[in-house]
């Protein structure tokens, strides 16, 4: 099957191993991946602060540029919620485009919802194998667009892998995008709490799935000396396959 990688801005910019190990996971799968320079941001942060038109300009660029592939797969819950719950709304008044919207729309997965809809892999089936502690934490658009423990469940698919369950796991980060900037005091309080629950796991390995929650809890990792890695799932899978180990290093988080 042909498959058309959709990055998001963050996980280009800040996460370029995230992406790597996408592409080697699905190539492992008999996938055909396909890369299109031409896409930007799906237009999240302008529809969350109002500028429609501004977010309609980017909508159709991103409609256009994945017209054709048979699927469109993304590391991020957050931009696939984006293009499959707002863009239709976002041209409200204009059929001809909310019909597009809603083709793009069934054809974008977030790349577990993938795995697990789509390719159905059950890791075992590979015999991956990966050692170490590790903790999940849930983002809130993921449960979004209908994603429960299927990460959890991969993860448990593999040899090796210690799973600690955590603490308020349906408790959001604080990053909320622009709500991070917005309301850094409360954003701040939040994430200091999910760092506290992450502690408490004794887990050397959180696995975060949306890049704009690793960089918040990341930080304030740092901010409070707390030492442990993150990783997304991607990144586990991939390791846990050989497709990829720790000389693999890339951009900002290499």
């Not at 048979?70 to 709304?89: F, I, K, L, N």
């Not at 901010?223 to 000389?247: P, Q, T, Y």
Request: hydrophobic letters at 40%; proline letters at 2%; charged letters at 25%.
């Amino acid at each position: 099957m042909k498959v058309a990688l959709f990055i998001t801005c963050l996980t280009d910019n800040f996460y370029p191993r995230t992406g790597i190990a996408l592409v080697k996971i699905l190539e492992h799968l008999g996938c055909e991946v396909v890369f299109p320079e031409e896409q930007t941001c799906c237009g999240q942060p302008m529809w969350n602060n109002g500028f429609a038109e501004e977010t309609r300009g980017l909508a159709k660029r991103m409609i256009d540029v994945f017209e054709g592939y048979e699927y469109v797969v993304t590391p991020s819950g957050s931009c696939a919620a984006m293009v499959r719950d707002y863009y239709e709304e976002a041209f409200e008044g204009m059929p001809e485009w909310q019909a597009k919207a809603r083709n793009l729309a069934e054809r974008t997965y977030e790349f577990i919802e993938f795995l697990v809809k789509v390719a159905k892999i059950d890791l075992r089936e590979f015999g991956a194998k990966w050692d170490g502690d590790v903790t999940y934490h849930y983002s809130c658009h993921l449960r979004g667009i209908g994603m429960t423990d299927e990460a959890v469940q991969l993860l448990k698919q593999i040899e090796g892998v210690r799973y600690h369950e955590l603490e308020k796991m349906e408790q959001c980060c604080g990053f909320g995008g622009t709500f991070a900037m917005k309301f850094s005091e409360v954003s701040g309080e939040m994430s200091r709490d999910k760092v506290g629950c992450i502690e408490k796991t004794g887990a050397k390995v959180v696995v975060v799935n949306d890049a704009g929650c690793s960089m918040n809890i990341e930080g304030t990792c740092r901010r409070e000396g707390v030492d442990v890695k993150f990783m997304s799932l991607a990144e586990i899978i991939a390791e846990s396959l050989s497709l990829m180990d720790d000389s693999d290093q890339v951009g900002a988080n290499g």
